[in-house]
C-alpha cells in the first residue's frame, strides 16, 4: 500500500518559464500534501502544506505566487514553479499524508533552470 | 535555527560490522521520530520510526535508540551490507508542527565489502 506517483522525474527548463509538478497517491486518499524540495548537502525542507480543497499553507520564506500548489482531489496534488529562476534548481518531493499520518513520498523531481 | 542535527555527514564502515548514525534534536514538542533513506535523485525511503513513549525499536537489522533526555537518537544497522550505502535522514515531528517533518542534513553511509 501507499504507492506514490510524481512526475516528472527530472526537467530542464529554460529561465522564466513554468514547471509543473505532479503527484499522485495511487491506492489511497491523500487529505493532506506536504512539498518539500533538497538542495545539494542540504535536509528536506518543507515548502507547503495543503489539504483537499483548501488554500495551501506556506512556510517561511516560501513565495505563494511563485510555487503554485493545486489540490484538488484525494489523489492528485500539483506544485507549479512559476517563472523558474536558476536559484530554483532543486529536487522536489511531495508526500502525501491522510490527516497528516503517514510520510510516504514520491520518487522526486530534479529540477535544473538553465 | 536547526531543529534537528545530523552532527556526522558521513560514516563509513566495514560490511558485516554495525553502523551508527546518530541524530540530536533541540525541539522538545517532537514526539515522533523516523529515519529515511535516500539514493541521489530518488524519493526518501521510509525505514524505522520510533514514538517518544519508547527508548527502542527493532525491525530486522535496524533498530532505533531514543534518549529522551539527551534529546538523542541513533539508528543501528547491523550487519551492515554494501546495499546499505546511501544518505540516512533523520526526521522529527510532533503534534506541535501538526505533523510536518522535520529533517537532519543526513549522514552518507559507505558500506565496504
Known amino acids: 500500500g501507499a504507492v506514490v506517483s510524481q512526475h516528472p522525474s527530472w526537467v530542464i527548463c529554460k529561465s522564466g518559464t513554468s514547471v509543473k509538478i505532479e503527484c499522485r497517491s495511487l491506492d489511497f486518499q491523500a487529505t493532506t500534501m506536504f512539498w518539500y524540495r533538497q538542495f545539494p548537502k542540504q535536509s528536506l525542507m518543507l515548502m507547503a502544506t495543503?489539504?483537499?480543497?483548501?488554500?495551501?499553507?506556506?512556510e517561511q520564506g516560501v513565495e505563494k505566487d511563485k510555487f503554485l500548489i493545486n489540490h484538488a482531489s484525494l489523489t492528485l496534488s500539483t506544485l507549479t514553479v512559476t517563472s523558474a529562476h536558476p536559484e530554483d534548481s532543486s529536487f522536489y518531493i511531495c508526500s502525501p499524508s491522510v490527516g497528516g499520518y503517514g510520510y510516504t513520498f514520491g520518487s522526486g523531481t530534479r529540477l535544473t533552470v538553465v | 535555527d536547526q531543529q534537528v542535527k545530523q552532527n556526522s555527514p558521513s560514516l563509513s564502515v566495514q560490511e558485516g560490522r554495525i553502523s551508527i548514525l546518530n541524530c540530536d534534536y533541540t525541539n522538545s514538542m517532537f514526539d515522533y521520530f523516523l529515519w529515511y533513506k535516500k539514493y541521489p535523485a530518488e524519493g526518501p525511503t521510509f525505514l524505522i520510526s520510533i514514538s517518544s513513549i519508547k527508548d527502542k525499536n527493532e525491525d530486522g537489522r535496524f533498530t532505533v535508540f531514543l534518549n529522551k533526555s539527551a534529546k538523542h537518537l541513533s539508528l543501528h544497522i547491523v550487519p551492515s551490507q554494501p546495499g546499505d550505502s546511501a544518505v540516512y535522514f533523520c526526521?522529527?515531528?510532533?503534534?506541535?508542527?501538526?505533523?510536518?517533518?522535520?529533517f537532519g542534513k543526513g549522514t552518507l553511509l559507505t558500506v565496504n565489502p
Open positions: 526526521a522529527a515531528s510532533g503534534v506541535g508542527s501538526n505533523y510536518k517533518l522535520t
Open positions: 495543503s489539504n483537499e480543497g483548501s488554500k495551501a499553507t506556506y
